[in-house]
């Protein structure tokens, strides 16, 4: 598999405290990785590093070879390729809000079917399964979800936010336990189905304590020791 995000040096701390990234080197290659280890050993920062909404003390994070951060300024071009980067990234976290707006607004953006790309619609309900509240022919489409979701279940509200995160057709997908209230056999079937998706170039996804049992995972281990591949 194909390097697609590449971390050198990375450190980072907060504020004047020990380091919690402590010179991190990792290689994310295409398709599916896990990354798994204990509560307030880094994940979620380092994702948050990743994506670009936290800034590391240093390091280099690239993707493929356009620089999300960089020890050294960046050039004007490089400075636009990485805004153009952020078109690109769909960042879950667990607890996605949910807005008090229909569920096709949730997952699109828009008010109309007709506004819609139709088919990649049908083809996301289905591959995170939420026929049951769109509808076999979105009849239930532009049903209200309440307030952060209050007439969905958990594991609604997750499959939603997936749907909404994917709409967008991102390269690269970044999942903080955005699945964690969802049943083991329907992760695995639902990333399996997100990896055959031919704009998705790289999955990485945080988890405390479950590894899953896909084909073609990339399992990483991360400790106050560092990073290792398991």
């Given at each position: 598999?194909?390097?697609?995000?590449s971390i050198s040096n990375l450190f980072y701390r907060y504020k004047k405290n020990n380091y919690l990234i402590n010179n991190l080197n990792i290689n994310f290659k295409s398709g599916l990785n896990v990354l798994i280890g204990d509560n307030g050993c880094g994940k979620s920062t380092?994702?948050?590093i990743i994506t670009g909404l936290v800034s590391p003390e240093k390091g280099v994070v690239l993707f493929e070879d356009i620089p999300m951060w960089h020890n050294s300024a960046l050039s004007a071009r490089n400075i636009e390729r990485r805004i153009d980067l952020f078109k690109y990234i769909a960042y879950v976290p667990q607890e996605a809000y949910i807005y008090n707006e229909s569920i096709l607004k949730n997952i699109t953006g828009k008010?109309?079917?007709e506004a819609c790309d139709i088919d990649l619609l049908e083809k996301l309900i289905d591959m995170v399964g939420i026929r049951e509240i769109s509808g076999t022919n979105l009849q239930?489409?532009?049903r209200n979800c309440g307030e952060n979701g209050n007439k969905l279940s958990g594991g609604q509200r997750q499959r939603l936010a997936l749907a909404r995160s994917l709409y967008r057709r991102p390269?690269?997908?970044f999942l903080d336990e955005s699945l964690s209230a969802i049943d083991k056999a329907s992760r695995?079937?639902?990333l399996d189905?997100?990896?055959k998706l031919k704009f998705i170039k790289c999955i990485i996804l945080v988890s405390h304590n479950f590894i899953e049992d896909n084909k073609n995972l990339n399992k990483?281990?991360?400790s106050k020791k560092g990073i290792e591949s398991i």
């Open positions: 598999n194909k390097n697609i995000i380092l994702l948050d008010n109309s079917k239930f489409i532009n390269r690269y997908l695995i079937e639902i189905k997100f990896q990483f281990l991360l």
